[in-house]
């Protein structure tokens, strides 16, 4: 294969739109497959980690995200049920992070797609993978018009969480099924919340934690987790969750007293955190979510989006100049990977049991947290890697 060839990337998301930016700066031919129509809104707590500001500038968007009307956060401030604080300054990341919507920011990604020459499809969802001899070959896809199916050597799943097309693949092998969803998030955004200036607020309770973050507009975004069966046992009503769960969090009960809604709720199922499989079949690569999900409350997860996808153009672009190369790409790209990513993910799943260990304990350590900088340093730096290629 020379790098005129194609790769079909699977989900325009932050990891599938910046990867086809990428690829398609380097010369290879990209078609992007997007199921939704952009812009659309997307559950997510819509804090942009300072270290993004890097890979903005690299796929030629700054300009355009700075000028799209975010709001500047300096710090995350963390609070346990009782009112117990710790600050996070954004600093520690390099600068001041970003709170701007999913709508706002997928669309500038996509756009810069198509601008560096990438030929997305929007509005067609990947329904199928072609096999041949046991490797992926190709995708059916599906959209208004009808059915198609292209060709490629090299086929990139960008679904997210959903890890649409790696699943297709290990249902086609084994009877592999979803597994029930522990956890479930809800998002909004608010008129009329109030966190303080500039500011990002952690609000933890029973069974989850919550995010309250300004974004453009004026408005604020929430999002949530909770457990699942709490989510039964409240039939589903995210307003009867925000009240009756979050805002048993003190702080969250005062800031968010005169909100009210100006978006339907959206909700999503958690199943897993971390790893995922890097490489699902033969010619399948995993970027983004679907090679690894991240703990939201690190607010890291676009961030790890735009790097593995960062990641996966330099594995690319150093192995697949010749058919046949996929056994050095896969290796390169889960040494880079591992290199990269493993201390990260590591920590992350050691901190998850803090975020929902019993109160007292959650108590214990906010304390423990608030009297010690360099500790609390430590850690959030721990949820973050060094630069690598
Ligand atoms: C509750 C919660 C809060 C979060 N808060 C933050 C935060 O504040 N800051 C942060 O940095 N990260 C946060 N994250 C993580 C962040 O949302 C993800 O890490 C990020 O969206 C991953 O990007 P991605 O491109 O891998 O996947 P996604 O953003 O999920 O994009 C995948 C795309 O693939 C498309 N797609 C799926 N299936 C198909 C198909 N079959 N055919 C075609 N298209 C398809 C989807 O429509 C979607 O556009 C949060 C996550 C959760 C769950």
Redesign the pocket.
């Known amino acids: 294969m020379n790098c005129g060839d194609r790769i079909i990337i ?7 739109a910046s990867l086809a930016i990428r690829l398609a700066r380097l010369g290879f031919k990209v078609d992007l ?4 129509r952009f812009p659309r809104h ?8 300072p270290e993004c500001v890097r890979h903005f500038a690299q796929l030629g968007l700054l300009d355009r995200i700075e000028g799209a009307g975010g709001a500047r956060l300096r710090r995350t401030v963390f609070y346990s049920s009782r009112g117990r604080s710790f600050v996070v300054p954004s600093a520690w990341f390099g600068g001041h992070a970003w709170g701007l919507s999913r709508a706002r920011l ?1 669309d500038l990604l996509l756009d810069q797609a198509r601008r560096a020459g990438a030929e997305i499809h929007a509005e ?4 199928g993978l072609i096999e041949e001899d046991g490797r992926i070959v190709g995708v059916i896809a599906r959209n208004a018009v009808g059915t198609q199916q292209l060709s490629a050597e090299l086929i990139v799943d ?5 890890r ?1 097309l790696a699943r297709k693949f290990e249902r086609s092998r084994t009877n592999a099924s979803r597994r029930a969803p522990s956890l479930v ?1 809800f ?1 909004t955004h608010l008129r009329g919340a109030r966190p303080s200036n500039e500011t990002c607020e952690i609000y933890l309770y029973r069974c989850g934690y919550g ?1 309250l ?1 300004p974004v453009e507009d004026g408005l604020c975004n929430l ?1 949530f ?1 909770v457990a699942a069966h709490e989510v039964r046992a409240h039939g589903g009503d995210a307003d009867a969750l925000l009240r009756r769960i979050v805002c048993t969090n003190a702080r969250a009960a005062k800031t968010l007293r005169d909100a009210r809604a100006v978006l339907p709720w959206s909700s ?1 199922s ?1 199943e897993r955190f971390g790893r995922m499989k890097l490489a699902p079949a033969p010619n399948l690569l995993a ?4 090679a690894s ?2 703990d ?1 409350f690190t ?7 735009l790097e593995s996808g960062e990641t996966l153009a330099h594995a690319i672009e150093t192995n697949w100049r010749s058919a046949g190369a996929w056994d050095e790409l896969k290796g390169d790209y889960a040494r880079r990977y591992e290199a990269r990513f493993g201390r990260r993910l590591h920590w992350c799943a050691a901190f998850r049991r803090f975020a929902f260990a019993p109160q007292r304990a959650i108590e214990a350590g906010a304390m423990l947290l608030a009297a010690s900088e360099r500790a609390l340093r430590h850690v959030a730096q721990a949820t973050r890697a060094r630069r690598a290629r």
């Open positions: 699977v989900g325009g998301g932050p990891a599938g497959f997007e199921e939704r997307k559950l997510c707590g819509e804090f942009i980690s997928d067609t969802r990947v329904t960008a679904t997210g969480r959903r649409a998030a998002k995010g973050s999002c987790i999503a958690i970027v983004g979510d679907a999900f991240i939201p607010g890291s997860g676009l961030l790890l989006a």
